[in-house]
């Protein structure tokens, strides 16, 4: 079993950075990937970012490429997503998860967060 707190949200200005972090407790959590996703009012959780245990593969929905990056700390049981030049569509609920592969769908983690709010102004 694998407990997610998500911290970092809050209201930022468009063009504005933040860093989510998601701390992990429980077992075993670097041996999982870990993924971002986001929920914005009235629309699905849609995939952001995901990277693997080791961390040496990480990859960006194409909506956020060159903004926003993933990484690691292992010894930390964190994971981040710093988030740059951020734009008014990036508001969302982000939610961290865990899972034993690398993908971009849901069902690819086992174990959610309870998500942190991102809000952005124009």
């Known amino acids: 079993q694998v407990q997610l707190v998500e911290s970092g949200g809050g209201l930022v200005q468009a063009g504005g950075s933040l860093r989510l972090s998601c701390v992990a407790s429980g077992r075993a959590f670097s041996s999982y990937s870990m993924g971002w996703f986001r929920q914005a009012p009235g629309k699905e959780r849609e995939f952001v970012a995901a990277?693997?245990?080791?961390?040496?593969?990480?990859y960006n929905a194409d909506s956020v490429k060159g903004r926003f990056s993933i990484s690691r700390d292992n010894a930390k049981n964190t994971v981040y997503l710093q988030m740059n030049s951020l734009k008014p569509e990036d508001t969302a609920v982000y939610y961290c998860?865990?899972?034993?592969?690398?993908?971009?769908?849901?069902?690819?983690?086992?174990?959610w967060g309870q998500g942190t709010q991102v809000t952005v102004s124009s």
């Open positions: 990277i693997r245990w080791t961390g040496s593969t990480a």
């Open positions: 998860s865990a899972g034993r592969g690398l993908g971009r769908s849901m069902g690819d983690y086992n174990y």
